[in-house]
């Protein structure tokens, strides 16, 4: 359901003034009940948000446990925007959608692995780079 | 061919909230400057 808000538009004031609104565009997904789940501000152009906006619903589909949906989701990203700004950020979470649907997976080693050799200069290769670390002396 | 659907915008967030919940759909929502 897509909603657009003027922020120049008075009557939008008090809703904006409750959604903490700074800067334009300021694009957020919800569920039905009003909850947000992801939200990025600032331009991008249409491929680059497209892949982004994919990322939204796959978090917000995520976040609601609806794995297979955001499995499917993370997967169009890596597809058809495998070089976008957003395809790090896709690479991670589709590790992190099929272990939350499935602990005993081994997807989640999988998905980081390909993710530091396809993307390893990204801010989510920092997010798992945790796994990189040696283990502990015992 | 792919073709390219219009996106009806709802201009109302109370509105269109409703209606997502009617059709139990996900938000989507793009606050803007005209300017």
Redesign the interface.
Known sequence: ????????ASENNA??HR?H?IW???????????DE?YRWDGFLPPAEFVAR?LC??GM??LRSKRFDRAEKLYERVLREYSTSYAAPEAQYYLGVTRYRRDHESDELPIQWAQLRSRYPDSEYRVKQSFKELPEPAK | MQTTEA???????ET??E???S?????????????
Not at chain 1, 1 to 8: G, T, V, Y
Not at chain 1, 24 to 34: A, I, M
Not at chain 2, 7 to 13: N, P, V
Not at chain 2, 23 to 31: F, S
């Open positions: 359901m897509p909603i657009q808000l003027d922020n120049s809703r904006l959604l609104h334009t565009p300021d694009v957020r997904v919800f569920n039905y009940n009003g789940l906006m939204g619903f917000a589909e | 996106i009806a915008w709802e201009h109302d967030f269109g909230l209606r997502a919940k059709e139990h759909r996900l938000v989507l929502l793009d606050i803007f400057n005209p300017g």
